[in-house]
Protein backbone atom coordinates (compact mmCIF):
# COMPACT_ATOMS: atom_id res chain seq x y z
CA UNK A 1 0.00 0.00 0.00
CA UNK A 2 1.20 3.51 -0.61
CA UNK A 3 0.80 5.82 1.54
CA UNK A 4 1.67 10.02 1.66
CA UNK A 5 4.24 11.28 3.76
CA UNK A 6 2.15 13.00 6.29
CA UNK A 7 4.46 16.25 6.98
CA UNK A 8 2.40 17.46 9.95
CA UNK A 9 2.86 21.05 11.36
CA UNK A 10 1.16 23.14 13.43
CA UNK A 11 1.21 26.86 13.73
CA UNK A 12 -1.94 28.01 15.55
CA UNK A 13 -0.15 27.94 19.10
CA UNK A 14 3.43 29.65 18.07
CA UNK A 15 2.12 32.06 15.59
CA UNK A 16 -0.60 33.22 16.99
CA UNK A 17 -2.58 34.43 20.02
CA UNK A 18 -4.96 31.73 20.49
CA UNK A 19 -8.60 32.87 22.23
CA UNK A 20 -10.36 29.04 21.91
CA UNK A 21 -10.80 28.46 25.92
CA UNK A 22 -10.46 24.78 24.98
CA UNK A 23 -6.15 25.51 24.42
CA UNK A 24 -5.57 27.39 27.18
CA UNK A 25 -5.06 25.55 30.01
CA UNK A 26 -3.29 22.66 28.27
CA UNK A 27 0.31 24.72 27.23
CA UNK A 28 2.72 22.86 27.76
CA UNK A 29 5.97 24.92 30.48
CA UNK A 30 9.22 24.06 29.36
CA UNK A 31 9.52 21.20 32.00
CA UNK A 32 6.88 19.14 30.09
CA UNK A 33 8.11 19.86 26.51
CA UNK A 34 11.03 17.79 27.73
CA UNK A 35 8.86 15.14 29.03
CA UNK A 36 7.14 14.87 25.93
CA UNK A 37 10.55 14.63 24.19
CA UNK A 38 11.70 12.13 26.23
CA UNK A 39 8.77 10.23 26.96
CA UNK A 40 7.14 10.04 23.51
CA UNK A 41 8.36 6.66 22.91
CA UNK A 42 4.74 4.41 23.37
CA UNK A 43 4.90 2.65 26.84
CA UNK A 44 7.68 5.03 28.02
CA UNK A 45 6.67 4.99 31.55
CA UNK A 46 6.97 1.07 31.66
CA UNK A 47 10.05 0.42 31.51
CA UNK A 48 10.52 -0.56 35.71
CA UNK A 49 6.94 -1.28 35.92
CA UNK A 50 6.39 -4.10 38.91
CA UNK A 51 2.79 -4.79 37.87
CA UNK A 52 1.44 -1.72 39.22
CA UNK A 53 0.99 1.61 37.23
CA UNK A 54 0.37 3.84 40.06
CA UNK A 55 3.02 2.42 41.96
CA UNK A 56 6.02 2.73 39.28
CA UNK A 57 8.96 4.48 41.22
CA UNK A 58 10.87 5.16 38.00
CA UNK A 59 9.38 7.69 36.73
CA UNK A 60 8.21 8.40 40.38
CA UNK A 61 4.30 8.00 39.47
CA UNK A 62 3.39 6.66 43.29
CA UNK A 63 5.74 9.48 44.35
CA UNK A 64 3.36 12.05 41.88
CA UNK A 65 0.16 10.57 42.76
CA UNK A 66 0.94 11.48 46.37
CA UNK A 67 1.49 14.86 45.86
CA UNK A 68 -1.18 15.37 43.14
CA UNK A 69 -4.02 13.91 46.07
CA UNK A 70 -2.64 16.64 48.55
CA UNK A 71 -3.17 19.48 45.64
CA UNK A 72 -6.61 18.28 45.53
CA UNK A 73 -7.26 17.10 49.02
CA UNK A 74 -8.07 13.85 48.13
CA UNK A 75 -7.36 10.30 49.86
CA UNK A 76 -6.87 8.31 46.54
CA UNK A 77 -5.95 9.23 43.24
CA UNK A 78 -5.89 7.65 39.42
CA UNK A 79 -4.96 8.84 36.35
CA UNK A 80 -7.61 8.33 33.28
CA UNK A 81 -7.54 9.19 29.84
CA UNK A 82 -9.74 12.02 30.18
CA UNK A 83 -12.34 13.67 32.45
CA UNK A 84 -15.12 11.93 30.72
CA UNK A 85 -13.24 8.47 31.10
CA UNK A 86 -13.23 9.62 35.16
CA UNK A 87 -16.82 10.51 34.82
CA UNK A 88 -17.69 7.38 33.14
CA UNK A 89 -15.54 4.96 35.42
CA UNK A 90 -17.34 6.61 38.65
CA UNK A 91 -21.06 5.68 36.94
CA UNK A 92 -20.03 2.61 35.88
CA UNK A 93 -18.51 1.61 39.51
CA UNK A 94 -20.84 2.88 41.51
CA UNK A 95 -24.45 2.95 39.57
CA UNK A 96 -26.21 -0.47 37.80
CA UNK A 97 -28.59 0.10 34.41
CA UNK A 98 -31.71 1.94 34.98
CA UNK A 99 -30.22 4.01 38.18
CA UNK A 100 -31.10 7.61 38.58
CA UNK A 101 -28.93 10.52 38.44
CA UNK A 102 -29.06 14.01 39.00
CA UNK A 103 -26.68 16.85 36.96
CA UNK A 104 -26.92 20.00 36.74
CA UNK A 105 -28.47 22.05 33.26
CA UNK A 106 -25.25 23.67 32.44
CA UNK A 107 -23.35 19.71 32.54
CA UNK A 108 -21.37 18.62 29.30
CA UNK A 109 -21.81 16.90 26.91
CA UNK A 110 -19.48 13.75 27.90
CA UNK A 111 -21.17 13.73 30.98
CA UNK A 112 -24.90 12.94 29.15
CA UNK A 113 -22.64 10.39 27.11
CA UNK A 114 -21.25 8.80 29.96
CA UNK A 115 -24.31 8.35 31.50
CA UNK A 116 -25.95 6.86 28.67
CA UNK A 117 -23.25 4.52 27.78
CA UNK A 118 -23.68 3.59 31.52
CA UNK A 119 -27.71 3.21 30.60
CA UNK A 120 -28.46 5.58 33.71
CA UNK A 121 -31.46 8.00 34.02
CA UNK A 122 -30.73 11.70 33.76
CA UNK A 123 -32.44 14.08 36.24
CA UNK A 124 -31.31 18.05 35.20
CA UNK A 125 -31.24 20.36 37.34
CA UNK A 126 -32.39 23.67 35.47
CA UNK A 127 -29.71 26.53 35.28
CA UNK A 128 -31.69 30.08 35.55
CA UNK A 129 -31.46 30.69 31.93
CA UNK A 130 -30.98 33.23 29.97
CA UNK A 131 -28.63 35.95 30.22
CA UNK A 132 -26.26 34.23 33.60
CA UNK A 133 -27.46 30.74 33.53
CA UNK A 134 -26.28 30.08 36.79
CA UNK A 135 -26.78 27.05 38.82
CA UNK A 136 -28.45 28.35 41.90
CA UNK A 137 -27.81 25.82 45.01
CA UNK A 138 -31.72 26.11 46.21
CA UNK A 139 -32.40 24.56 43.14
CA UNK A 140 -29.80 21.98 42.97
CA UNK A 141 -30.99 20.87 46.16
CA UNK A 142 -35.17 20.39 45.69
CA UNK A 143 -34.17 18.75 42.30
CA UNK A 144 -32.72 16.23 44.28
CA UNK A 145 -34.95 16.06 46.91
CA UNK A 146 -37.67 15.81 44.52
CA UNK A 147 -35.46 13.12 42.70
CA UNK A 148 -35.09 11.03 46.01
CA UNK A 149 -38.91 11.01 46.73
CA UNK A 150 -39.73 10.19 43.14
CA UNK A 151 -37.05 7.51 42.25
CA UNK A 152 -36.63 6.77 46.40
CA UNK A 153 -32.37 6.03 45.55
CA UNK A 154 -30.19 8.49 43.83
CA UNK A 155 -27.08 6.51 42.97
CA UNK A 156 -25.29 10.11 41.98
CA UNK A 157 -25.26 14.09 41.96
CA UNK A 158 -23.19 15.39 39.24
CA UNK A 159 -21.97 19.40 39.39
CA UNK A 160 -20.28 21.13 36.51
CA UNK A 161 -17.49 23.71 38.70
CA UNK A 162 -17.09 25.88 35.61
CA UNK A 163 -19.63 25.00 32.74
CA UNK A 164 -17.74 25.69 29.36
CA UNK A 165 -20.27 27.68 27.79
CA UNK A 166 -20.60 30.63 30.34
CA UNK A 167 -17.87 30.07 32.37
CA UNK A 168 -19.86 30.14 35.42
CA UNK A 169 -18.09 29.34 38.75
CA UNK A 170 -20.55 26.96 41.02
CA UNK A 171 -20.71 26.51 44.49
CA UNK A 172 -18.80 23.35 45.26
CA UNK A 173 -18.56 23.66 49.18
CA UNK A 174 -22.33 24.18 49.43
CA UNK A 175 -22.87 21.31 46.24
CA UNK A 176 -21.03 18.95 48.92
CA UNK A 177 -23.22 20.05 52.20
CA UNK A 178 -26.20 18.94 50.36
CA UNK A 179 -25.01 15.94 48.84
CA UNK A 180 -24.09 14.49 52.28
CA UNK A 181 -26.83 15.87 54.50
CA UNK A 182 -29.20 13.81 51.77
CA UNK A 183 -26.73 11.04 51.54
CA UNK A 184 -26.36 11.25 47.79
CA UNK A 185 -22.61 10.71 46.42
CA UNK A 186 -21.16 13.63 44.31
CA UNK A 187 -19.35 14.47 41.59
CA UNK A 188 -17.40 17.77 41.34
CA UNK A 189 -16.56 17.74 37.45
CA UNK A 190 -13.32 20.07 37.18
CA UNK A 191 -12.14 20.04 33.74
CA UNK A 192 -12.55 23.54 33.90
CA UNK A 193 -10.85 24.33 37.35
CA UNK A 194 -8.46 21.39 38.51
CA UNK A 195 -5.27 22.93 37.40
CA UNK A 196 -6.67 26.63 37.08
CA UNK A 197 -7.92 27.04 40.70
CA UNK A 198 -7.49 25.61 43.86
CA UNK A 199 -9.90 22.26 44.48
CA UNK A 200 -10.30 21.45 48.08
CA UNK A 201 -12.29 18.17 47.87
CA UNK A 202 -11.84 17.40 51.67
CA UNK A 203 -12.73 20.70 52.87
CA UNK A 204 -16.26 20.99 49.96
CA UNK A 205 -16.98 17.32 51.39
CA UNK A 206 -17.11 15.71 47.80
CA UNK A 207 -17.05 12.20 47.36
CA UNK A 208 -15.73 12.28 44.04
CA UNK A 209 -13.51 15.07 42.05
CA UNK A 210 -12.46 14.25 38.09
CA UNK A 211 -9.88 16.70 36.07
CA UNK A 212 -8.67 16.91 32.74
CA UNK A 213 -5.11 17.17 32.66
CA UNK A 214 -5.15 18.56 28.48
CA UNK A 215 -7.58 21.31 29.66
CA UNK A 216 -6.37 22.60 32.55
CA UNK A 217 -3.31 21.00 33.80
CA UNK A 218 -0.56 22.05 31.34
CA UNK A 219 -0.37 18.43 29.87
CA UNK A 220 -0.60 16.75 26.06
CA UNK A 221 -3.67 14.75 26.15
CA UNK A 222 -5.32 12.15 26.48
CA UNK A 223 -5.53 13.16 30.56
CA UNK A 224 -7.65 12.84 33.10
CA UNK A 225 -7.65 12.80 36.96
CA UNK A 226 -10.24 11.09 39.10
CA UNK A 227 -9.96 11.87 43.02
CA UNK A 228 -12.23 10.01 45.97
CA UNK A 229 -13.12 9.99 49.12
CA UNK A 230 -11.16 6.34 50.66
CA UNK A 231 -14.36 4.86 51.54
CA UNK A 232 -14.94 4.62 47.48
CA UNK A 233 -11.76 2.85 47.37
CA UNK A 234 -12.66 -0.35 47.73
CA UNK A 235 -15.40 -0.06 44.70
CA UNK A 236 -13.53 1.87 42.27
CA UNK A 237 -10.11 0.42 42.69
CA UNK A 238 -11.38 -3.04 43.60
CA UNK A 239 -8.70 -5.55 41.92
CA UNK A 240 -9.32 -8.51 39.88
CA UNK A 241 -9.69 -11.87 40.82
CA UNK A 242 -7.63 -13.59 38.03
CA UNK A 243 -5.07 -10.81 37.72
CA UNK A 244 -4.38 -9.66 41.07
CA UNK A 245 -2.60 -6.77 40.73
CA UNK A 246 -4.89 -4.77 38.48
CA UNK A 247 -7.19 -2.56 39.29
CA UNK A 248 -11.03 -3.32 37.40
CA UNK A 249 -12.13 0.21 36.86
CA UNK A 250 -9.17 1.47 35.36
CA UNK A 251 -8.37 -1.80 32.97
CA UNK A 252 -5.52 -2.66 34.71
CA UNK A 253 -3.53 0.20 33.17
CA UNK A 254 -4.49 3.87 32.19
CA UNK A 255 -2.16 6.48 31.04
CA UNK A 256 1.28 5.25 29.99
CA UNK A 257 3.69 7.21 27.94
CA UNK A 258 4.16 11.01 26.87
CA UNK A 259 0.39 11.99 28.69
CA UNK A 260 1.11 11.25 31.84
CA UNK A 261 4.87 11.82 31.63
CA UNK A 262 3.94 15.88 30.92
CA UNK A 263 1.14 15.76 33.39
CA UNK A 264 3.40 15.14 36.24
CA UNK A 265 6.58 17.47 34.60
CA UNK A 266 3.72 20.32 34.37
CA UNK A 267 2.62 19.80 38.30
CA UNK A 268 4.86 21.84 40.33
CA UNK A 269 4.32 24.97 37.25
CA UNK A 270 0.42 23.70 37.98
CA UNK A 271 0.81 24.32 42.01
CA UNK A 272 2.59 27.17 41.26
CA UNK A 273 0.10 28.71 38.97
CA UNK A 274 -3.05 27.97 41.37
CA UNK A 275 -2.07 30.53 43.69
CA UNK A 276 -2.16 33.13 41.35
CA UNK A 277 -5.82 32.26 40.20
CA UNK A 278 -7.38 35.41 41.54
CA UNK A 279 -4.93 37.62 39.56
CA UNK A 280 -6.40 35.81 36.46
CA UNK A 281 -9.70 36.20 37.11
CA UNK A 282 -8.87 40.40 37.73
CA UNK A 283 -7.35 40.34 34.25
CA UNK A 284 -10.30 38.15 32.86
CA UNK A 285 -12.45 40.88 34.38
CA UNK A 286 -10.40 43.66 33.04
CA UNK A 287 -10.71 41.95 29.79
CA UNK A 288 -14.31 41.87 29.84
CA UNK A 289 -15.16 45.82 30.70
CA UNK A 290 -12.70 46.86 27.54
CA UNK A 291 -14.38 44.51 25.65
CA UNK A 292 -17.53 45.85 26.68
CA UNK A 293 -16.67 49.48 25.82
CA UNK A 294 -17.69 48.14 22.52
CA UNK A 295 -21.40 49.17 21.78
CA UNK A 296 -23.10 46.05 20.85
CA UNK A 297 -20.66 43.42 22.49
CA UNK A 298 -22.24 42.33 25.93
CA UNK A 299 -21.04 39.39 28.50
CA UNK A 300 -23.40 36.83 29.57
CA UNK A 301 -23.30 34.45 32.17
CA UNK A 302 -22.48 35.20 35.61
CA UNK A 303 -21.37 38.85 36.38
CA UNK A 304 -18.41 39.80 37.11
CA UNK A 305 -16.87 36.74 35.35
CA UNK A 306 -15.15 34.00 37.92
CA UNK A 307 -13.40 32.82 34.90
CA UNK A 308 -11.21 32.72 32.36
CA UNK A 309 -13.51 31.67 30.30
CA UNK A 310 -16.16 34.39 29.50
CA UNK A 311 -19.27 34.50 26.49
CA UNK A 312 -20.08 37.26 24.99
CA UNK A 313 -23.33 38.70 22.70
CA UNK A 314 -22.50 40.28 20.06
CA UNK A 315 -24.90 42.21 17.73
CA UNK A 316 -22.20 44.54 16.04
CA UNK A 317 -20.47 41.57 14.79
CA UNK A 318 -23.77 40.44 13.58
CA UNK A 319 -24.91 43.58 11.74
CA UNK A 320 -21.64 43.79 10.29
CA UNK A 321 -21.76 40.22 8.55
CA UNK A 322 -24.98 41.38 6.93
CA UNK A 323 -23.74 43.77 4.48
CA UNK A 324 -19.88 42.88 4.49
CA UNK A 325 -18.54 40.81 1.15
CA UNK A 326 -17.38 37.98 2.81
CA UNK A 327 -20.39 37.68 5.71
CA UNK A 328 -19.88 35.81 8.49
CA UNK A 329 -16.21 34.76 7.59
CA UNK A 330 -14.74 38.47 7.98
CA UNK A 331 -14.09 38.34 12.16
CA UNK A 332 -12.52 35.47 11.55
CA UNK A 333 -10.37 36.88 8.85
CA UNK A 334 -9.98 40.11 9.98
CA UNK A 335 -8.73 38.06 13.39
CA UNK A 336 -6.38 36.23 11.59
CA UNK A 337 -4.33 39.21 9.52
CA UNK A 338 -3.82 40.35 13.24
CA UNK A 339 -2.46 36.76 14.22
CA UNK A 340 -5.65 36.46 16.86
CA UNK A 341 -7.37 32.77 16.36
CA UNK A 342 -9.85 30.49 18.39
CA UNK A 343 -12.99 32.16 17.07
CA UNK A 344 -14.90 30.01 15.02
CA UNK A 345 -15.13 31.25 11.36
CA UNK A 346 -18.55 32.19 10.18
CA UNK A 347 -19.48 32.74 14.15
CA UNK A 348 -20.69 36.50 14.47
CA UNK A 349 -23.88 36.08 16.78
CA UNK A 350 -21.83 35.36 19.51
CA UNK A 351 -18.54 34.17 21.20
CA UNK A 352 -16.49 32.50 23.87
CA UNK A 353 -13.38 33.50 24.57
CA UNK A 354 -10.51 33.45 27.17
CA UNK A 355 -6.96 34.91 27.56
CA UNK A 356 -5.58 32.96 30.33
CA UNK A 357 -2.08 33.19 30.73
CA UNK A 358 -1.54 35.87 28.37
CA UNK A 359 -0.07 39.10 29.31
CA UNK A 360 -1.02 42.42 29.92
CA UNK A 361 0.42 43.17 26.34
CA UNK A 362 -1.52 40.82 24.29
CA UNK A 363 -4.78 40.96 26.16
CA UNK A 364 -5.14 44.88 25.63
CA UNK A 365 -3.89 44.26 21.58
CA UNK A 366 -7.16 41.77 21.42
CA UNK A 367 -8.78 44.51 22.94
CA UNK A 368 -7.68 47.48 20.53
CA UNK A 369 -7.79 44.89 17.12
CA UNK A 370 -11.44 44.14 18.64
CA UNK A 371 -12.01 48.35 18.27
CA UNK A 372 -10.17 48.39 15.48
CA UNK A 373 -12.42 46.04 13.57
CA UNK A 374 -15.83 47.20 14.23
CA UNK A 375 -14.30 51.13 13.93
CA UNK A 376 -13.47 49.96 10.81
CA UNK A 377 -17.04 48.26 9.14
CA UNK A 378 -19.23 49.99 11.73
CA UNK A 379 -20.81 52.49 9.27
C1 LIG B 1 -16.91 21.09 31.51
C2 LIG B 1 -16.21 20.04 30.71
N1 LIG B 1 -16.17 18.77 31.17
C3 LIG B 1 -15.52 17.80 30.50
C4 LIG B 1 -14.88 18.04 29.33
C5 LIG B 1 -14.18 16.92 28.63
O1 LIG B 1 -12.87 16.78 29.08
P1 LIG B 1 -11.97 15.59 28.55
O2 LIG B 1 -11.54 15.95 27.17
O3 LIG B 1 -10.82 15.53 29.50
O4 LIG B 1 -12.78 14.35 28.59
C6 LIG B 1 -14.88 19.31 28.82
C7 LIG B 1 -14.22 19.56 27.54
O5 LIG B 1 -14.51 20.53 26.82
C8 LIG B 1 -15.58 20.35 29.54
O6 LIG B 1 -15.62 21.60 29.08
Known sequence: MECQN???SRDVERENLNLNPLQRGGILPKEARKALHDFGDGYSVCDYCGGRLDEIAKPSLSGFLEDLAKFLQVDDVRTTHGARESKFAVMHGICEPADVIVVDGNAH???HLAAERNKLEIVEVPSSGYPEFKIDMNQYKKT????????GEIKLALLTHIDGNYGNLSDASEFGKICSKLGVPSLLNCAYSMGRLPIESN????DFVVGS??????ASGPIGVLGMKHEWGETMLKRSPRHVKKEVEMLGCTSRGAPIAT?????????????????EVNLSRNFVSQLEEIDGITQIGIKPTNHDLVRFDTPIL????KFHPRKGFFLYEELKSRK??????????????STYGMTKNQRDYIVDSFKEIVEKFNK
Open 109 to 111: YTT
Open 6 to 8: YNI
Open 318 to 321: HEIS
Open 203 to 206: KWNL
Open 144 to 151: LENAIDEY
Open 340 to 353: IVGIKRGQTEWFKC
Open 213 to 218: GHKSMA
Open 263 to 279: LMASLPHVIERVNKWNE
